[in-house]
Structure formats: structure tokens, C-alpha cells
């Protein structure tokens, strides 16, 4: 007996019940950008392994275990892109987006990373992402933050808090690093496995760490806010200064590190607390190296990527007990046409062509398959549409047509198909 071939484990079927809320998404996210001047780019889903464990960091979660890597039939090794900024970068420097310019670009698409799934936490998800390249900021990183604000007020999302920090510039951080480590050195004790490990790989990460059991240790670190260089501190400030004026509330967590190492200056998280722990739906900052590091001319950078599964939850958890979010997403049809015989069959299926030319807005469902009246109705109450109309053969040799109410208690007429037009109109006001 053949077993059923089923999806692979954490990657999700989007089932039509499921794709109106994503639509909607995605045509705010695309709103969005617009309002503010952005332009879409997209990348390929596989790239050169080389370009993430350059970017990312041999020490991250996602390099370190998280990767879907393979070798190209012996000859190169290939991996399906965990984030966009790596690829969106390589793209700039390859095309020559990048030197000596600005860009304001966004994308969207699958991300893979080999995580435990679990509620907001998938292998295969999507990103929305922008990534603003040739400025220094910070006028830029609160235009962009504005730009994730706004969004929230668009598709009506609330509860979700602004989070900032400043990572300051590499060398500041690098002193930094040398007191942090010294720090935890004193505190053996109380660190866990993961990091110990980090002590000498990737001390920052420590004070991202969800154990509970390390809260205190982390809590009584020395700050990496008491350790910016003079120009990170000038730029923090007008960043505050500049969120203050928009009326942008944000709240300072001088441990939010970032998972990724290209980081510098400014990163922020906007995170909520009803999704448990998956609780950051956007994540983003300063990466000012990153163009360098991957070959190309200096230039400074900043951007987020947003999580659109978690949105979408969060969304839906907010709008449970309103109907605001249904009626956005309603994807009912109008009209139901049913023919009985060959000769309506043929009639009914040109004139579903003549109505969708002439209303380009209606939306009609042409009844297929053939099947009794009663059949034809049923199939027509079951698709929510407002009316049926019906067309039997002396029907057609009368160029009229049967309009039948589903929704209202309203008698079914016979018009001529020349009045069709008005009743139409009138469905689609
Ligand atoms: P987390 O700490 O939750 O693992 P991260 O720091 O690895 O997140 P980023 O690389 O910053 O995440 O990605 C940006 C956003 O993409 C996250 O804030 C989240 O909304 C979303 N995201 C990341 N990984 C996943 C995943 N496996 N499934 C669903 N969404 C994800
Ligand atoms: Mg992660």
C-alpha cells in the first residue's frame, strides 16, 4: 500500500482558506513601501554557502547549525538563503547598485533555517525586508523604523513595543567585549553550556541568552550603552531625539545583540508579548561594514526584516473577536451562472466571457461539470454567492435569463439579458 507523500517537516501548505490574509499582507507591505519611495528587488533562493558564512558569521546560530547546505552535483556548495540582507547586498555589489549611490529597496520570499518548529518558528517562512544603502544616518534609521510603525497602524496591529540599542562602532565594541568577557570570567559559576561557549566565541550573544537561570548575571553585566564611542553616542541621540518628534515610543534594551554579526550603531527588535517566546515579529540595524566585507566599496547600511508568519498569527489573534478583518478579506463572489443542456452550456459560458469583459470588477463563477438543477443550485448557495443566474435553453432562444437571490427573500426573476447590466451594478456597489 502506497503511504501518502507528506510536506516536509516545519515547511507549510498556504491552503486557500489561508491565502486571503496573506494577500492582504502583502498588498500593505507593498502600500507601504510605496508611500515611502522604496523599489522591490528580487534575489534567487540558493546562493554560494561563501556569501552567508561571510556575512552572517561563522559563530551564529543560523551558520552554525542552521543551514540547508549541499554540494551542486560534486562541484560547489549551494545553500537555500536563511535572511535576504546577505543576498540583497551581493545583488547591490554585482549589479552595481551600490557605489556611489542611495538605494531604498525592500523584498519578500521564503527564508529556510533547520530550527525545531513550533508555533512561529517554521524551516520554510517569509520575510518582508527593506535595506537602505549610501546613508549614514540616523535620519535614515528612524525613516525606516517610521516606515515598520506605520505598517502596524495599517493593518491595525497594537501591543507591539519598539525596542533599541546601540552596538556602537566595531572598535568600541571590541573593548567592550574584552570587559564583558572579564566580567563573565568572574562569574563561571553561573553561566550555562551554550554560554561558556560563547565566552570565547561570540561573547555578545551571551546577553541575548533565554535562560532564565542566567537573568541576574546578565542584568549586573557591564552595559554596552556605557560603552559607545563619542560618534555611536551622537548618533544614539539624534536617533531618540528624531523617534521623540515622530511620536515613535520606543524603550532602551541595552541587551538586544542581534543573532547576526554584521551589526553596528543602531539595531532595534519590535516585539510582542502574545505570541510566548517567539516574540519578535521585526528585527533590524546598522550594518555599516557589511558592503565591505563582502568585496565591495565601503558603504554604510540599514534595514530590517520582518517575520510575516508571526504577523499574520498576531493579526489574527487581535482580530478574533472582530469581524473588521473578515470583511477585509472576504473573497465572495457575485454571481453563480448555471446552464441546463448543450445549448445554454455554450451560451452561458460566452456570455460569463462578455460580462467579466464588460465588469471588469464582478466576480463570477461559471458553473462546469455539467448536473441537474438542484445540483447546479446547490454548488451556487454553497459558493456564497449574492445571486444565481440561471439560463435554460428557451432561455436562450429568448436572450433572457433567470437572476435567483441566494442571500435575500427576494422572488426570482426573468429579465431580458439586455437589463442584465443594471442588476449587476448593482450587486457590485
Ligand atoms: P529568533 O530569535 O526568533 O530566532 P532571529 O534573530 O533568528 O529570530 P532574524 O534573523 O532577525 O531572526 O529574522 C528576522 C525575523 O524573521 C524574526 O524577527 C522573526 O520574525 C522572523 N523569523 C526568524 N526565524 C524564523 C523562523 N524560523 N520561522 C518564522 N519566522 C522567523
Ligand atoms: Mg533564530
Wanted: charged letters at 30%; hydrophobic letters at 35%.
Amino acid at each position: 500500500m502506497s503511504k501518502h507523500i507528506q510536506s516536509v517537516k516545519g515547511m507549510n501548505d498556504c491552503l486557500p482558506s489561508e491565502t486571503p490574509v496573506w494577500q492582504y499582507l502583502e498588498s500593505c507591505l507593498r502600500d507601504v513601501t510605496e508611500m515611502y519611495g522604496y523599489a522591490e528587488i528580487r534575489m534567487p533562493i540558493v546562493e554560494k554557502t561563501e556569501l552567508f558564512c561571510r556575512s552572517i558569521g561563522e559563530v551564529t546560530d543560523i551558520v552554525e547549525k542552521e543551514m540547508y547546505t549541499f554540494i551542486d552535483k560534486g562541484e560547489e556548495s549551494l545553500t537555500l538563503r536563511p535572511e535576504g540582507t546577505a543576498s540583497c547586498v551581493r545583488a547591490g555589489i554585482q549589479n552595481g547598485l551600490i557605489y556611489n549611490q542611495q538605494q531604498r529597496l525592500w523584498y519578500m520570499g521564503p527564508m529556510f533555517r533547520r530550527e525545531r518548529p513550533q508555533k512561529g518558528r517554521y524551516r520554510q517562512f517569509y520575510q518582508f525586508g527593506v535595506e537602505t544603502f549610501g546613508i549614514n544616518g540616523p535620519d535614515i534609521d528612524v525613516e525606516v523604523i517610521a516606515l515598520s510603525a506605520r505598517l502596524w497602524k495599517m493593518i491595525g496591529l497594537t501591543n507591539v513595543e519598539l525596542q533599541i540599542n546601540s552596538l556602537g562602532s566595531n572598535v568600541a565594541r571590541e573593548a567592550y567585549k574584552v570587559k564583558l568577557v572579564e566580567y563573565f570570567n568572574q562569574h563561571l559559576d553561573d553561566l550555562d553550556e551554550d554560554s561558556k561557549r560563547r565566552l570565547t566565541s561570540n561573547p555578545l550573544r551571551i546577553l541575548d541568552s533565554k535562560n532564565p537561570a542566567m537573568k541576574d548575571v546578565i542584568n549586573d553585566a557591564p552595559k554596552l550603552l556605557e560603552h559607545l564611542d563619542e560618534e555611536s553616542q551622537v548618533h544614539f541621540d539624534s536617533l531618540r531625539k528624531k523617534l521623540n518628534a515622530l511620536g515613535i515610543k520606543y524603550v532602551i534594551n541595552s541587551k538586544l545583540v542581534r543573532g547576526l554579526d554584521y551589526y553596528n550603531r543602531t539595531v532595534f527588535e519590535w516585539v510582542t508579548t502574545e505570541l510566548g517566546s517567539q516574540g519578535t515579529i521585526c528585527a533590524g540595524g546598522r550594518y555599516d561594514g557589511l558592503v565591505e566585507q563582502l568585496g565591495g566599496q565601503s558603504t554604510p547600511g540599514f534595514g530590517f526584516a520582518m517575520g510575516l508568519e508571526r504577523i499574520i498569527l498576531l493579526l489574527k489573534q487581535q482580530n478574533e473577536s472582530e469581524s473588521g478583518l473578515e470583511d477585509k478579506l472576504s473573497t465572495k463572489i457575485d454571481v453563480y451562472l448555471c446552464t441546463l443542456g448543450d445549448i445554454a452550456e455554450n451560451a452561458g459560458m460566452v456570455l460569463a466571457e462578455k460580462l467579466r469583459n464588460e465588469h471588469p470588477k464582478l466576480k463570477l463563477q461559471l458553473h462546469c461539470g455539467g448536473g441537474n438543477f438542484k445540483k447546479q443550485l446547490k454548488r451556487a448557495d454553497k459558493s456564497e454567492a449574492e445571486i444565481a443566474l440561471i439560463m435554460g435553453e428557451d432561455e436562450v432562444g429568448k436572450n433572457q435569463i433567470t437572476v435567483k437571490y441566494l442571500r435575500e427573500k427576494k422572488e426570482q426573476i426573468s429579465i431580458s439579458l439586455d437589463d442584465l447590466s443594471g442588476v449587476l451594478s448593482g450587486l457590485m456597489k
